[in-house]
Each structure stands twice: as C-alpha cells, then as structure tokens.
C-alpha cells in the first residue's frame, strides 16, 4: 500500500506546484502536444537544520523531520552532498520499486543554521519559535483504512509550520542566505520537480538540448547554462523561478503585508549510461553537488 499512497501523495503535490509554476504546465503541453510523456525525475525540499522546542517534544526542523516520512513511505537514503561554502547538506532518496510504481526520487536539503552569524541564528530561531510539526506514526495509524484521507493529511506536511516572518527578519536574513530567507517564507512546499527527459519518448524533444531551445521558443526563461556532462551522467537546469506574493509580519504593527519573493523553479534532467566497472555500464541514478549548488542559486532574488 505504501508505494501507492507515495505515487498519490506526490500527484497531489503535483497539482498545486503546476498551478503555481507556470513553466512547469508550459512544459507538460508541449511535451503531451507532441505525443510524448510528462515523467518526474525527483522532488526536492528545502528545510533548516537546527533544534527548537515544539508542543510536544524538542524537534529538528531539517532533514530529519521530512526522512520520517520518506522512509514511512518505503523510501531509502542513497546518496548525501555537502556544500560547505553555503552551510548547505542534502540527501537523495530512492524507492526500492521505483521503476515498478513509477516513483520519482527525492532530494532532501537543510541549512545548517548553527553555522551562520550568531545574529541570524536568532532571527531564524525567533521566526520559527512555538513550530507545530507532524507525528507522522500518528498520521498512518489515524488513517490506516483511508487511503485518499492519509494522502491530504500527509499533504498538509508541505507547507509553512510557523508565522509569516517579520519583513526585516526575511530581509536581513536574505543578505547573509536567500536559502534560508526561502524557507522562513515556503517552508516545506516543494521545491522544485523535475522533468525527466529519457522518458520523454518524442522525437520531437530527443534531449535536453532541444527540450530548452523549444521552452525558450515558448518565452519559457531558462537558465543559461546546461550543468553537467555526458561523461558525468547527469545534465540539468531549469527555468528561471517563479515570483509569488507572500506574507510577511509589519515589523511596527504586526500586521500582515503582501511582498513579492521567489517560489520554485520546474527542474529538466537528462541521464546517461556510466562504466561502473571495467566492461560494465548503468545509467546514472545519483546526483552531482556541483550540478545541485548552481541550482540552489535559482532562488535567488534578483532586484531591479
């Protein structure tokens, strides 16, 4: 049953990502347009590292708390990334029938918050104080016998689990890591999904070359460059992230007020056919840091 409550869970997230990320349905239509086939290479979430008292118990906001769910769900860690130079950490999940339910991997990332300036510390810390996160064993024992119930439950896990921060806070926060800035804002929503460009199945778009001349042909705006390489395995990029209007604290009044800021960009990823041993080839199936540190940049915002 696990698998099946995945493939759904991630459908769901699906349809609220493409509702807000326009490049992302401009994608699917021109690839279902040309007869071809819309397949999600891997799902990435963002998340802070670092300890805080919740209502129930003292909780890690990173990592930790959304692999409970993945490896609920049947998921298993297969591979971690370190990014020193942005105080960044990640790991990558695979579902042991992936092939099998068509299930996408997942690429988990957090802040190491503890590593930052002692002032920023305590601008995240007090943004996200009195957090009130999920007891996902709760969550599969509640809703064992309802399968589509679960789902929305576990849906809800994807969002901001805290107070829109205070508009100084994110500001000042942004200088020293538009990472962190991101999550104080989106929270657990996704980050990013990301076309799977082998099982595209068109020769209309055979590679990703042609999938981004053919986006940017639709006033899609992408990313400059093509990370990665053939001998690597592994060539990504993306469109240029989406700009919402999002919710912050007035610092004098408290009061709600509405700024635009980055949401999420639509990920394209194309795999190739590595030697893993003399004689012996596999398609690649990580993932590169490199590749993955240009794409935490595409959150950036950008002024002017």
Known sequence: ??????????DLLWQDYSNRVTYARTYAQMIENAGGTVANDHIAFRSLRMIVDSPQRRVNLGIDYLE???????????????????????????????????????FMSELIVDELPENTVQLIRQTVAGVNLFSFPALFDTFDKNAERLVKELSRVFSTPWQPPK?????????????????????????????????QNTVAYPDIDTTVRALASLDVP???QIEGDVTCGL???????????????????????????TYAYYELA???????????????????????????????????
């Open 167 to 199: 508009r100084s806070v994110v500001e000042e926060v942004n200088k020293v890591t538009q990472y962190g800035a991101w999550v104080l804002l989106h929270g657990y929503a996704v980050n990013h999904f990301t076309g799977y460009v082998n099982r």
């Open 270 to 304: 194309q795999r190739y056919m590595v030697e893993v041993e003399p004689g012996k080839q596999e398609l690649f199936d990580a993932f590169l840091g490199k590749n993955a540190q240009q794409l935490f940049e595409m959150t950036k915002l950008v002024s002017g």
């Open 1 to 10: 049953m696990k698998p099946e409550i995945a493939r759904h869970l991630w």
């Open 222 to 224: 992408m990313k400059e």
């Open 68 to 106: 409970q769910l993945a490896q609920a769900l049947g998921y298993e860690v297969a591979g971690e990334y370190s990014f020193p130079e942005t105080h960044l950490y990640a790991r990558h999940y695979r579902h042991p029938q992936q092939e099998e339910v068509d299930l996408p991997k997942l």
């Open 235 to 261: 060539r990504q990029t993306a469109t240029q992230a989406v700009t919402e209007i999002v919710s912050v604290l007035d610092d004098s009044t408290d009061t709600e007020l509405q700024i635009p800021w």
